[in-house]
């Protein structure tokens, strides 16, 4: 999810074709082409500008409605209800992880199979893609990337993946599960999956959010050379 703004002039997009297996788009004010994977402009009068990330949640609509109870909901167009449980059935199929790279993929990295999902971080210019399967295998990950404190928390219920700088204050904190969801975690104090510390001396203080991309290891890794791949550890 990207701010459609740059310079506090709002943009608009239209699709621009596919580079590298990878979305392009096109921005009606100067025909400036932007890469999804990497958010820059690879051509036109802005080229090598990036446009800034939202924080964002990839998780089921009841886990988003347990915490946003009030929320409010996109009404799709006429006929596109009809289809929902037609799409539905085709993203839970979803992609063999051993299929290979789209036509035109700029690059392949065989360190995984081409199709595996991950969650890829830049941070402070070092690139991490985290696994799914890795993530559901460790649920939460106490880690370090580009100098920073990372913790990443993966609700298996839900698939929901969070993600967080992993100190408060210059504190770092170390954190594990607090019960079987992973909804909650512990270290001197008590967190929830969402950063939030709901019990001990650090109370309602939220620990800063890191933005995680969603995508296929092929596509991650064409726009990220020589990204670091995590490696499970088994939770504690």
């Given at each position: 999810m990207f701010r459609?703004?740059?310079d506090d002039k709002r943009l608009a997009f239209d699709t621009g074709g596919v580079r590298g297996g990878n979305e392009l788009f096109r921005d009606r004010a100067t025909g400036s082409s932007w890469q999804q994977s990497t958010t820059e402009a690879i051509a036109g009068p802005l080229?090598?500008?990036?446009?800034?990330?939202?924080p964002f949640?990839?998780?089921?609509w009841g886990e988003w409605r347990r915490e946003h109870p009030a929320t409010m909901v996109l009404q799709p167009l006429p006929g596109y209800a009809d289809r929902v449980a037609q799409?539905?059935?085709v993203i839970d199929r979803g992609v063999l992880a051993s299929a290979p790279a789209?036509?035109?993929?700029?690059?392949?990295?065989a360190r995984l199979p081409a199709h595996t999902p991950?969650?890829?971080l830049d941070l402070n210019g070092a690139a991490v893609a985290y696994p799914m399967p890795a993530l559901q295998a460790a649920r939460v990950v106490n880690g370090t990337q580009g100098g920073e404190a990372v913790l990443i928390v993966h609700q298996g219920g839900t698939d929901t993946t969070t993600a967080f700088?992993?100190?408060?204050?210059?504190?770092?904190?170390d954190f594990r599960p607090a019960n079987a969801a992973n909804t909650q975690l512990e270290d001197l104090q008590t967190h929830n999956a969402y950063g939030v510390c709901i019990a001990g001396r650090l109370k309602g203080a939220q620990l800063p959010a890191l933005i995680l991309e969603p995508e296929f290891w092929?596509?991650?890794s064409e726009f990220h050379p020589g990204t670091g791949i995590y490696t499970a550890k088994p939770a504690r």
């Open positions: 459609a703004a740059l080229k090598g500008r990036h446009l800034a990330l939202y949640l990839l998780t089921t799409m539905n059935q789209p036509k035109g993929a700029l690059s392949e990295d991950v969650l890829g700088e992993g100190a408060w204050r210059g504190q770092k904190l092929f596509a991650w």
